[in-house]
């Protein structure tokens, strides 16, 4: 039986790696078949090293990244989350160059936790806002 419930391992993902930059926590949390599921991102995410790229490149390119937790849900071995993302984008990401402008993104994830380790996660976020938010697409509304 693992030493943590699927919640628990979920929330210590956001807190200790996405928001505390731990990468080493990465080895205790994400199995070695996890799959990253995002339509902003084109690559596949395969495993933890995969995944500490991807953190390592989020956190890298928005300083002071923090994901907020706003609601999570377990059922079973899925975890659903509804968060928050705020900073500042300062670095290369995702092939847009820096603007310096702040972030702000809601959004919902679902993890899938099998012996404590995050075998899953398909992310759901306001790609649209994201891109709005860098000056990639034009603000008027439709």
């Given at each position: 039986?693992?030493?943590?419930?699927?919640?628990?391992?979920?929330?210590?993902?956001?807190?200790?790696?996405?928001?505390?930059?731990?990468?080493?926590?990465?080895?205790?949390?994400?199995?070695?078949?996890?799959?990253?599921?995002?339509?902003?991102?084109?690559?596949?995410?395969?495993?933890?090293?995969?995944?500490?790229?991807?953190?390592?490149?989020?956190?890298g390119a928005?300083?002071?990244?923090?994901?907020?937790?706003?609601?999570?849900?377990?059922?079973?071995?899925?975890?659903?989350?509804?968060?928050?993302?705020?900073?500042?984008?300062?670095?290369?990401?995702?092939?847009?160059?820096?603007?310096?402008?702040?972030?702000?993104?809601?959004?919902?994830?679902?993890?899938?936790?099998?012996?404590?380790?995050?075998?899953?996660?398909?992310?759901?976020?306001?790609?649209?806002?994201?891109?709005?938010?860098?000056?990639?697409?034009?603000?008027?509304?439709?």
């Open positions: 039986m693992p030493s943590r419930t699927p919640m628990e391992t979920v929330r210590q993902d956001i807190e200790d790696v996405w928001n505390g930059g731990d990468f080493d926590a990465i080895d205790a949390l994400v199995a070695d078949e996890f799959v990253y599921r995002n339509p902003m991102i084109e690559d596949s995410v395969r495993g933890p090293e995969d995944y500490r790229w991807l953190v390592e490149n989020f956190r928005v300083s002071d990244f923090e994901m907020a937790v706003e609601q999570m849900i377990e059922d079973d071995d899925i975890v659903a989350t509804r968060f928050r993302t705020t900073g500042t984008h300062e670095r290369e990401l995702l092939g847009v160059e820096p603007t310096g402008n702040r972030i702000d993104v809601t959004g919902a994830m679902f993890d899938r936790v099998e012996d404590g380790k995050l075998v899953e996660r398909w992310v759901n976020d306001d790609a649209l806002g994201f891109m709005r938010q860098l000056g990639l697409v034009d603000q008027r509304p439709f």
